[in-house]
């Protein structure tokens, strides 16, 4: 497959030109190569010196992430910057991101495989960003204590960041907006909902999870924004027949 085609197909996939507007991230191709030949397709969380040299090591001629290296802001490639851009120049490896639009998708996105993972029904849009319902609630298909819904989510046995549990002990529904998002807390609390699940926890709502009765899981950034990746590489291998791995770096956080 072509580079640019690549680009094309991610595009139409997880719509990102309509959601593009309301993102702070450079959703789409960061950094092409020489040959816009792609046969494999490394995908991971972040973009860092870790990712590039085993996405080297595995050959891959594209590495696509959830967090890039440019965002809205014009910057400098000294530093940091630099050295990753250039890692992966002299790799000959391209780079692709996707942010808003792979944690809100439908199908693909973070949200939508914690939902499944979970078995939510009746799953409508929720977690108000920049006027995008980027998250999902939904109903479980049983009640759930918060351990039985901390383990189905976090399923290699990680701890969550931290937990608030402050609301009832049997859960019965469910709201999810990955990664940073502590603050749509008090939109968990306006629908009414028996859980939160956000990535990043934060000392400013815990009095308004306490006084709201709202259960809290602080389950990791990291955690909460593997989904997406690994949805996408499954995609690629069985719709497309292209090449694709996870590369897993997690970070505890």
Known sequence: MKL?????????????????????????????????????????????????????????????VHHGLFWRKPCRLTGRLYRLVELLIKSEIALYAVHLPLDMHEKYGNNAGIAAKLGLRDVTPFGEYHGLKIGFMGRLEKPLSMNEVEMKILEHGESPVARLPFGKDSIETVGIVSGGAPEIVSEAVREGLDLFITGDASHTVYHEA????????????????????????????????????FIDIPTGL
Do not use: C
């Open 4 to 64: 640019y085609d690549f680009d094309s197909m991610m595009r139409e996939l997880l719509d990102i030109d309509t959601i593009d507007p309301a993102d702070v991230a450079l959703n789409g191709l960061q950094v092409e190569r020489a040959d816009d030949e792609i046969g494999k397709v490394a995908f991971s969380v972040d973009a860092s010196m870790e990712s590039i040299r085993r996405a080297g090591e595995e050959g891959a001629d594209l590495l696509f």
């Open 210 to 245: 306490l006084e709201g009765r709202m259960n809290v899981l602080f389950a990791g950034h990291y955690a909460t924004e593997t989904w997406g990746v690994r949805l996408l590489r499954d995609y690629l291998k069985e719709s497309i027949g292209l090449e694709a791995l």
